[in-house]
Nanobody, 125 residues
Framework: QVQLVESGGGLVQAGGSLRLSCAASGLTFSRSVMGWFRQAPGKERAFVAT???????YYGDSVKGRFTISRDNAKNTVYLQMNSLKPDDTAVYYC???????????????????WGQGTQVTVSS
C-alpha cells in the first residue's frame, strides 16, 4: 500500500521560507517521479513542481526561481523548499507520485497515481 505523508506546512509572513517534506512508502521510490501540487480555496489543484528519478526537475511558472524541489532516495523523501513566499502561495500542498517516465513535463493531476493528504501553507501579508 502506497503512502505519501506531507509535513512542514504552517503560517509564515510574506517574504519568508518554508520547507515541505513528503515521506513515501510502499513504492520503489528511487524509480518514481515525485511531484508537488497545490490547491487554494475555490480553485483547482495546480502544478507546482516535479522531479524525475534521474533528478531532472520542472516547475510551474508561478514558482520558478522561488521554489526548489529535491529528493533523497536513501530516505524515500521529496522536499519542496519555498522561498520569497507570497500570499498567493497560500494553499494546501499535495505530494504526488507515479512510475518512471521519459517526460519531465508531468504537470497534470491525472498523470500521477498516488497522492498524499496535503499540508496547509498560509502566507500572511
Amino acid at each position: 500500500q502506497v503512502q505519501l505523508v506531507e509535513s512542514g506546512g504552517g503560517l509564515v509572513q510574506a517574504g519568508g521560507s518554508l520547507r515541505l517534506s513528503c515521506a513515501a512508502s510502499g513504492l520503489t521510490f528511487s524509480r518514481s517521479v515525485m511531484g508537488w501540487f497545490r490547491q487554494a480555496p475555490g480553485k483547482e489543484r495546480a502544478f507546482v513542481a516535479t522531479i524525475r528519478s534521474d533528478g531532472m526537475t520542472y516547475y510551474g511558472d508561478s514558482v520558478k526561481g522561488r521554489f526548489t524541489i529535491s529528493r533523497d532516495n536513501a530516505k524515500n523523501t521529496v522536499y519542496l523548499q519555498m522561498n520569497s513566499l507570497k500570499p498567493d502561495d497560500t494553499a494546501v500542498y499535495y505530494c504526488a507520485a507515479r512510475g518512471l517516465s521519459s517526460s519531465i513535463y508531468l504537470y497534470r493531476t491525472w498523470e500521477y497515481n498516488y497522492w498524499g493528504q496535503g499540508t496547509q501553507v498560509t502566507v500572511s501579508s
